[in-house]
Each structure stands twice: as C-alpha cells, then as structure tokens.
C-alpha cells in the first residue's frame, strides 16, 4: 500500500527566504511523485513531477523537488519566497507499474510573511 | 473544451435528497478521478475510472455513493439520501499520463 506524510499543515516564511515543504512516501513499489499546488479559490494544479531519470526536477514558479529514495522524500523547495506563493500544497504519489489511483497527501498552507 | 469542467458549480440540498454531480473531462483523457475535499482537509479519494471502468472505487464513503461514466467521457458522481457530513467540495479530473491529473473547479456541496 502506498502513503504519503506531509509535515506541517502550515508553514510560514518571510518574503524572500527558502522555502522547505516535507513529503516522504512509502510504498512497496516504485513510485511516481508529484506536487500540486492550490492556490486560494482557484483548482488543483500540477507544479512539478518525478518519474524517472534526474532525481532533481524543476517546475513552475521556480519550484524544485530531489527524490531521495533512501530517504523516502520528496521535498519541495524555492530558494526565495514571493508573496505569490502563498497557497496550499500537496505531495503526491502513484505508482508507477500501473495505471492507478493518486494518494495524495493531506496538505501544507505555505503563508509568505512581508 | 480546454479544462475539466465540473457542473454545477455549487449545490444547496436538503438532508435526504439526491444529487448529481458531473464531469466533463478533457477529450482524450483516459483516466478520471473523483475526490472529496472537506474544509481544512486534504483531498479524500472517492473513486477512480479507466474508460468507462472503475477499478478502484475503494473511496466511496457508503452504498449511498454511486459513480459511472459513459463514453470513456462523461462521468456523473450521485449521492442519495444526502446527510450533513456530505457536505464538502467534489473534485474531478482527468488525465492521460499516470498521475498527471488536471482538476476542475469542483463542485461545492451544501446539505441543509
């Protein structure tokens, strides 16, 4: 069965500093990992993805996540927060040897302090 | 169209009514999702189709929950005989690669 633990239902950070969202997933197969962003009344959408190859992967809005599988994490980072980012997240994973469903996360509300 | 549309986009019910939700996936997507998302809660999966078949519909709350879809496109979510803790918002999508799901608006369910 698969997981996914999201630490911290909120984060707060000045405008300006690094940005850190925790994920760790389990899994019993090798999985696919996503993070999703929602920002305040608008839908879900994709921000980044790993599937295969680079452990490193970049998204939008200058995102980054690292795929450490002997940690089982997936971190999100941005090295500078904007007032923009303000916004809930969430980490995501399904695994990759079939078409399935999507176990997401239980969310993160990143708030930007100016 | 160009995204998931969702209808309607909310609903106020009576306690003991059905409802019926809709979903409208992008053309194409093989793949589409149900989820509930309840105030300050993160998203709970209801029930999930591959075309018109759901192999896993291992979310859906009770027998009340019912989910089809039609055409390997349209799929309408219902609920009977609502009660007050089915009030929440509903979130479909749609996708075509494994996990890259694209996500309506949702329809916000009020049971009164």
């Known amino acids: 069965a698969q997981s996914v633990t999201q630490l911290g239902s909120h984060v707060s950070v000045s405008e300006g500093a690094l940005v850190l969202l925790r994920c760790n997933y389990s899994?019993?197969?090798?999985?696919?990992l996503f993070w999703y962003v929602q920002y305040p009344n608008q839908g879900l959408q994709l921000l980044l993805k790993?599937?295969?190859?680079?452990?490193l992967v970049k998204g939008i809005n200058g995102f980054e996540a690292e795929f450490k599988k002997s940690e089982t994490s997936f971190h999100l980072t941005k090295p500078s927060a904007h007032m923009s980012d303000a916004a809930e997240y969430f980490c995501a994973v399904t695994p990759y040897s079939s078409a399935s469903k999507i176990i997401f996360g239980s969310g993160t509300r990143l708030s930007i302090r100016p | 169209g160009a995204g998931v549309s969702q209808s309607p986009s909310n609903k106020v019910t009576e306690k003991g009514k059905d409802v019926e939700l809709r979903c409208d996936p992008i053309s194409g997507h093989t793949a589409l999702y149900w989820y509930r998302q309840s105030l300050g809660q993160g998203l709970e999966f209801l029930i999930y189709f591959q075309g018109n078949s759901a192999p896993d519909k291992s979310g859906l709350p009770s027998d009340r929950f019912s989910a089809e879809r039609t055409g390997g496109s349209v799929s309408t979510l219902t609920i009977q005989r609502t009660q007050q803790e089915d009030s929440a918002v509903y979130l479909c999508?749609?996708?075509?690669?494994?996990?890259?799901?694209?996500f309506g608006q949702g329809t916000r369910l009020t049971v009164v």
């Open positions: 790993y599937t295969t190859g680079a452990t």
């Open positions: 899994s019993s197969v090798p999985p696919y």
């Open positions: 999508a749609s996708s075509f690669r494994q996990g890259e799901a694209f």
